[in-house]
């Protein structure tokens, strides 16, 4: 399965450094989070709905690769996109690239639809599966 890619495109800020002059690992998270949120915030499921529904994303696990180096400056771009959903689960794909096409890291994630009243996964509200793109 794979839906409508998301695009994400930002500068490397020095806040992201680590004693080494480039992006700490840890910071990749943020970023690639960042992606998700610009994702659903433009689809209309944002901050303000997820409080107002009281449900929202819960990450399950994650796989994350570093092929190469970030530094200061440099132009990015998250690509993310749907690769599998079932009646609980949702997995997605993302890839974080350089403006010279590079490959910096890929992220691999699944994720539940978390109703935050039950404390509890639930199947997804078709709002929910529009603001990932899901059919």
Not at 43 to 51: D, M, N, P, R, S
Request: charged fraction near 25%; glycine fraction near 8%; charge should be neutral.
């Amino acid at each position: 399965m794979s839906t409508e890619k998301h695009f994400y495109s930002f500068k490397i800020l020095e806040e992201y450094l680590d004693s080494f002059g480039h992006v700490n690992h840890a910071n990749y998270l943020i970023l690639f989070e960042q992606a998700r949120w610009d994702w659903i915030a433009g689809k209309g499921y944002g901050l303000e709905k997820i409080q107002e529904t009281q449900i929202g994303p819960v990450i399950l696990s994650l796989e994350i690769q570093y092929r190469k180096e970030l530094k200061a400056r440099q132009d990015v771009t998250i690509e993310s996109y749907v690769t599998a959903h079932d009646r609980l689960f949702t997995e997605i794909h993302q890839e974080m690239t350089g403006a010279n096409g590079g490959v910096h890291s890929l992220l691999d994630l699944k994720f539940g639809c978390f109703d935050l009243k039950r404390r509890k996964l639930i199947t997804p509200t078709p709002e929910w599966k529009s603001a990932f793109g899901i059919k």
